[in-house]
């Protein structure tokens, strides 16, 4: 299973790869030099740490010289193995599953099981196909989980806010009107209590003054509860048990995931500051916002240029000709992540309001009759301009940058 290594390592300048094919319960793991040389035959270890172990006594040989440990990047399994082997000191490479299908594709006879695919990775590490690790690139991989959830959370929390003003339509919909913020503190306090015209009606004043007191802190005592009750009187709400359950229960929903959102964003605060980027120097530019294009975008250095960035962004315009036919309207390609898209045109209008360049750019392009979401393309992409030199070169933000 082993070759010895001894005489080897002596005035061998000789690059070692260990290719691991990754699974859910047990991982396999092979080891090939730079002549294609099988030094360590395919061999299993457990996805636990006495299977890391293993792995650790079966390369120790290699650790030490030049080497390049491969995996793949598929789902989440092998998530706690890269992170032990970052964090021994091994060179890591992560390859992208393509690359090792294409080179699965290049043998005659078409097997495929764990053993044969460790062999697989070693031969793509060869060919240096494969995304080189660290552990500032894993802060960037956390990161990017981090904020995609956030992501998640707030479209969790706009779905329970539609499906609870549905339901407010239904019992009680005059109930908007009395309140001048939705989803105040006291607003929803009322709507717990009391979910519909009928509950509101049937409440007394007093009962309903102190749920109001209570939630805002006295300021709203003396007017609301009146009006509140007159508005029930003539609501033509309807008297609807299972609306009036479903809105308690959304604003139970509702005030989990807030808490979440609570939690989650100061976590992504924490990794920003962590990592300091040049991005955050950006006038309207969030931790939340600034964490998801950043992690979004990987490692700078993986683009030459700020057009290959707007390319990975899907905010290139599509082009389409044929024969004399070349459109001059056509619509982005939106490859690549919504996640970071999304960020970018939440981030627009407050770089605008912040900066003046921007806000003047923004403006000039509605003057020649370009849409508000058109123009706000163009920023998006100057923005991306922006940052690619922010971050290539790893200097603060200046406004003297964008003359």
């Not at 290049?106 to 070693?122: A, F």
């Not at 996640?339 to 003046?356: E, F």
Request: overall charge positive; hydrophobic content about 35%; charged content about 25%.
């Amino acid at each position: 299973m082993f070759v010895d290594l001894t005489s080897r390592q002596k005035g061998s300048a000789s690059m070692f790869f260990i290719g691991i094919d990754v699974g859910k319960f047990n991982h396999c793991c092979a080891v090939l030099n730079s002549e294609g040389e099988v030094l360590v035959e395919p061999f299993f270890f457990q996805n636990n740490s006495d299977g890391f172990d293993l792995l650790l006594h079966n390369t120790k040989s290699f650790h030490s010289s030049r080497h390049m440990c491969g995996l793949e990047s598929t789902g989440h399994y092998g998530d706690n193995l890269l992170r032990f082997l970052l964090d021994n000191h091994f060179e890591v490479g992560l390859i992208n599953p393509i690359s090792t299908d294409a080179k699965r594709k290049e043998k005659i006879r078409k097997t495929k099981n764990d053993k044969k695919d460790s062999l697989t990775v070693c031969a793509v590490l060869q060919s240096r196909e494969y995304t080189h690790m660290t552990k500032n690139k894993l802060s960037l991989r956390e990161g990017k989980q981090l904020t995609r959830y956030h992501h998640d959370l707030t479209r969790s929390l706009h779905q329970a806010k539609n499906k609870l003003q549905k339901c407010i339509d239904i019992v009680f919909p005059e109930f908007n009107d009395v309140f001048a913020t939705k989803y105040s503190k006291t607003y929803m306090a009322v709507l717990k209590e009391c979910g519909s015209a009928k509950a509101v009606r049937n409440t007394h004043l007093t009962h309903l003054k102190k749920i109001i007191s209570d939630a805002s802190n006295g300021k709203l005592n003396s007017v609301y509860p009146a009006r509140l009750k007159e508005s029930a009187k003539t609501s033509i709400g309807e008297d609807n048990a299972v609306i009036t359950l479903e809105i308690k229960q959304l604003i139970d929903s509702i005030e989990l995931i807030l808490n979440q959102l609570s939690i989650v964003d100061k976590k992504i605060e924490e990794l920003a500051r962590q990592l300091n980027s040049p991005i955050f120097t950006i006038p309207g530019i969030s931790w939340i916002t600034g964490m998801s294009i950043l992690c979004e975008l990987g490692p700078i250095d993986h683009f030459s240029s700020p057009s290959k960035v707007i390319a990975y962004t899907g905010l290139d315009c599509t082009v389409y000709q044929s024969g004399q036919y070349n459109a001059d309207k056509t619509a982005i390609t939106k490859r690549g992540s919504p996640h970071i898209r999304l960020s970018l045109y939440q981030a627009a209008l407050p770089v605008c309001r912040l900066n003046t360049t921007f806000n003047v750019y923004y403006n000039r392009k509605r003057s020649e009759g370009k849409s508000h979401r058109c123009a706000q393309g163009h920023v998006v992409r100057k923005l991306l301009r922006v940052i690619f030199k922010l971050l290539t070169e790893n200097i603060c933000f200046d406004p003297a940058l964008l003359k």
